[in-house]
């Protein structure tokens, strides 16, 4: 029995694609994450001592999330039990959680129970699992791709370790691709590659830190040159299995690799974590005055498909929030960058949204028209109503005057340099702060004039009071 499953095995390895074939099969081939998985970090402490606990893998795809899964799988001394949540219904999962409890009441052996894709999971399906997690019947380890946060049930999240995969680095990448090259059972070795070096550089660039796509670009380019690499022969490996070797070497260079993997996929949802840290990055870039980080951030939302509408409804909000009365014409650029948007749609608008966004980056900065209206928003919804001052009050109706309203109103034209002390709030309270940066330090310095006129104004009134 164990023959023919050694067979079996083989017989799909054969037909599998090389990156399947090239997955780790042990902690220290695993490459990357080493943030919990190296030396005497916790995850791999957990394993080593065979006390692992229900766990959510979560990253993008090609960063070793199922890999992991399945080096769990050999390593740990419990049962192992794996499904994809887009093919697994309800009915699959409580049979695999009750032979889980059979299993733990007959031999106290427990089971690991890895679902990939658990994200696809709706919450009823996801509060199957609940109660066996809870109780500790089974050891739940799910992947995903959305952020748990958002897509995970919160008594689940309550009761895993997240594990965040990052992706894979460009050395990274260079490892699993020189590895495949090298392995003559499992990988590429067989077919006498030469690969240079700018080749490998490429794939581990283009692929953006998915392993699954460097090592699938791989295998387009060596098996796409098999049928010009000269006269070949078949040898018969080990296995007895026939493999067709050419007899001269296959040449991957620049070009190849670049056919092979074409255009660089862009890992982004629109809707989920890729759309909103894209938008946080070019939101705090700009913010943070660097015209070459905002421009990066918004070039990679617009590649990535992402609604110019959003981008410039965001760039023409950092000109109010963060910019603000520093430089007034910053939104003045930013709404004419939402209209030119709406007006002719990309690609075009692309030349507007980063005109707009990079005057903005460098655009002096004041939040101080943003925190005035933060502060009045949350004493009005707070603290006591503060009731409009008579002399304010209209004026324009058939008994105003009997009321009082409108009485005492000081017109500010009538008044030296358009400006007199009057009291327009009731309350004494200061909501704008202007800075001393670009336009703002003329607005600070007229308010000095204002609050200082108001001030003596306030003074004289005491005085002639007592």
């Not at 699993?176 to 581990?204: K, P, Q, S, Y």
């Amino acid at each position: 029995m164990g023959l023919f499953e050694t067979v079996e095995q083989k017989q799909r390895d054969r037909v599998a694609p090389l990156a399947v074939r090239m997955r780790p099969r042990t902690l220290d081939e695993f490459v990357g994450q080493q943030h919990f998985i190296g030396p005497d970090r916790l995850l791999r402490r957990m394993l080593e001592a065979d006390r692992l606990t229900s766990a959510l893998f979560y990253g993008p795809p090609g960063t070793g999330k199922t890999t992991l899964a399945h080096i769990i799988a050999h390593h740990t001394q419990a049962e192992f039990q794996q499904v994809s949540a887009p093919g697994t219904g309800v009915k699959e999962v409580r049979e695999i959680l009750a032979q889980a409890k059979t299993r733990l009441d007959a031999t106290g052996r427990r089971t690991v129970f890895f679902i990939d894709e658990l994200h696809r999971f709706n919450r009823a399906q996801q509060d199957v699992l609940l109660s066996d997690v809870e109780d500790g019947l089974i050891i739940l380890i799910g992947a995903t791709t959305e952020n748990p946060f958002f897509a995970v049930n919160s008594p689940l999240i309550s009761r895993s370790q997240i594990f965040q995969f990052e992706q894979l680095s460009e050395e990274d990448i260079k490892v699993l691709l020189r590895r495949a090259l090298g392995d003559g059972d499992r990988g590429m070795g067989r077919h006498r590659v030469e690969m240079t070096d700018e080749a490998i550089d490429h794939l581990a660039t283009m692929c953006d830190g998915d392993a699954r796509r460097a090592l699938t670009a791989l295998e387009v380019a060596i098996l796409s040159q098999l049928q010009h690499a000269g006269p070949q022969e078949a040898q018969a490996p080990d296995d007895k299995t026939e493999a067709v070797v050419p007899t001269v070497p296959i040449a991957i260079d620049v070009a190849v690799a670049a056919e092979s993997i074409q255009r660089k996929a862009i890992e982004y949802d629109a809707t989920g974590d890729g759309h909103y840290d894209a938008a946080s990055a070019l939101i705090k870039s700009m913010r943070g005055s660097d015209p070459d980080a905002t421009v990066y951030w918004l070039a990679r939302m617009l590649t990535a498909g992402e609604d110019p509408r959003f981008i410039a409804r965001r760039i023409a909000i950092c000109a109010a929030e963060d910019i603000g009365n520093a430089s007034p014409m910053g939104l003045v650029l930013a709404n004419a960058a939402v209209q030119v948007t709406l007006f002719v749609g990309m690609p075009e608008c692309q030349l507007v949204l980063a005109q707009a966004a990079i005057y903005l980056a460098c655009a002096p900065k004041s939040n101080a028209s943003a925190r005035a209206i933060w502060a009045a928003m949350d004493d009005v919804k707070h603290a006591r109503t503060v009731p409009v001052p008579k002399p304010l009050r209209s004026a324009n109706y058939a008994g105003a005057k009997r009321l009082g309203h409108g009485q005492g109103y000081k017109y500010a034209h009538d008044y030296a340099g358009g400006i007199v002390a009057q009291d327009y709030l009731g309350v004494d309270k200061i909501y704008y702060e202007p800075s001393e940066r670009g336009h703002e330090a003329k607005l600070a310095a007229y308010l000095a004039r204002f609050r200082a006129l108001r001030a003596s104004a306030s003074s004289e009134a005491e005085g002639s009071g007592r």
